[in-house]
């Protein structure tokens, strides 16, 4: 996806790059407010006392640990998802904005496409475990539009050269991104385990 929108590929293509990432850059930051807003109203259906429960948060803290053992692929276990990917017929099909928005939706609600990691299912998870739709808009907003900065990284590409650099800067800074994310993970996790142990229901619930 990062190498579809770049200054060589939408000259090519009679586009302008700024143009067509900024649709992108909108798109993903709408999908991901799609994305926590959508999860949030539906968590408000949940009691507030229910989703405040300590074990509640056990469960969810439980699940993001699972996210977080499937990302590592422990015992060979992979991360759920379809195969979907977004349709590259569009860069040929569309105007730039056009596919850009779509391209960028689409990425920016995550569960449509193909889901790499983990923390797509805690953004909804936790936008859920809110139960408030202003928490899940910050949530899911936050989420699509650190997922589409990385386009910015095309800004300069103006030949094959510069676009195997950046696809060399990406590989390089891969693992480390990985690892953040999957720190956010488990950190993510501890903090829901200590609030439910921190909790004086808990002394009830484990009594």
Not at 112 to 123: D, K
Not at 155 to 181: C, I, K, Q, S, Y
């Amino acid at each position: 996806m990062l190498s579809s929108i770049s200054p060589l590929g939408e000259r090519a293509r009679h586009s302008r790059w700024w143009l067509t990432t900024t649709a992108y850059l909108l798109g993903s930051l709408v999908g991901g407010l799609a994305l926590g807003g959508l999860f949030a109203l539906l968590g408000g259906l949940v009691p507030a006392p229910v989703r405040a429960a300590p074990a509640t948060l056990v469960v969810v803290a439980a699940l993001l640990l699972l996210g977080l053992a499937l990302d590592l692929r422990v015992g060979g276990a992979t991360l759920p998802s379809w195969r979907r990917q977004v349709d590259v017929a569009w860069l040929d099909r569309y105007r730039g904005w056009v596919m850009g928005l779509g391209f960028g939706g689409q990425l920016g609600f995550g569960l449509v496409t193909i889901i790499t990691s983990a923390t797509t299912y805690a953004v909804a998870l936790l936008a859920v475990l809110s139960g408030d739709l202003r928490a899940g808009l910050v949530i899911g907003g936050v989420f699509g539009l650190v997922r589409a900065l990385p386009s910015l990284l095309m800004a300069r590409v103006r030949d094959r050269e510069a676009l195997h650099g950046v696809f060399t800067l990406v590989e390089r800074w891969a693992r480390p991104v990985d690892l953040v994310a999957m720190v956010a993970l488990g950190g993510a996790a501890l903090v829901l385990l200590a609030a439910a142990i921190g909790s004086g229901a808990w002394l009830t619930v484990t009594a």
